[in-house]
């Protein structure tokens, strides 16, 4: 497509519920990144995948999130038991090269209640 | 983590040049400068990078410090449009990561 694509744009869920949120990148691109932005902030930085494996994890905050992109274009990423401090806005990027510009999605809004 | 530090806000007036600054003192040689910018319910979106030398598109110039420990974004004739958070980013390419700061708010009158 023409950019980054994120599904739903909107999601409430109820606390200790699992949610998937999913990101479709722009065509060709090999970088995929998640990122998470609270209200008032910078987008926080959680996982990069170059191709199908997680190049850098490090930003997952704990083992609730989880994320996979298994033929290294669409991108799950997965939050188990959620909790309402997960309440945010979770951004997906993509780049056709490490290092390049990025192009971020819509994001999508997820409201834990 | 590597941080930059910009002004938390701006103002300038419509048409006119607009000059944001950024430090990123502890930039190391591989790392690239990138500006992003981002308006109420969107995406960052993204302006410009460089690495050393200055750079120019459509949207923006880069002015890039010799010493790279700092860089100036140039918007030529700003625009009611251009209001917007705008982060200052050093892309430690190694790593993959953008470590995003506060931004500067810039807001343009008319």
């Known amino acids: 497509g023409a950019g980054v694509s994120q599904t739903p744009s909107n999601k409430v869920t109820e606390k200790g519920k699992y949610v998937e949120l999913r990101c479709d990148p722009i065509?060709?691109?090999?970088?995929l990144y998640w990122y998470r932005q609270s209200l008032g902030q910078g987008p926080e930085f959680l996982i990069y995948f170059q191709g199908t494996g997680a190049a850098d994890d490090s930003g997952l905050p704990n083992d609730r999130f989880f994320a996979v992109r298994p033929e290294g274009s669409v991108s799950t990423l997965k939050i188990q038991r959620t909790e309402r401090g997960d309440s945010a806005v979770y951004l997906c990027?993509?780049?056709?090269?490490?290092?390049?510009?990025?192009?971020f999605g819509s994001g999508t809004r997820l409201t834990v209640v | 983590d590597a941080k930059t530090t910009q002004p938390n806000s701006m103002e300038s007036n419509e048409e006119e040049p607009v000059h944001l600054p950024c430090n990123h003192s502890t930039i190391s040689g591989t790392d690239y400068i990138h500006w992003y910018r981002q308006l109420p319910s969107q995406g960052p979106e993204y302006v410009i990078h460089g690495l050393t030398s200055n750079v120019n598109n459509r949207m923006a110039s880069l002015a890039i410090a010799e010493d790279r420990k700092s860089s100036t974004l140039i918007l030529h004739r700003a625009t009611l449009r251009d209001a917007a958070v705008y982060y200052c980013i050093q892309d430690s390419s190694n790593t993959g990561k953008l470590i995003f700061g506060q931004g500067t708010t810039l807001q343009v009158k008319p």
């Open positions: 990027a993509s780049s056709l090269l490490q290092g390049d510009g990025y192009t």
């Open positions: 065509s060709g691109h090999t970088a």
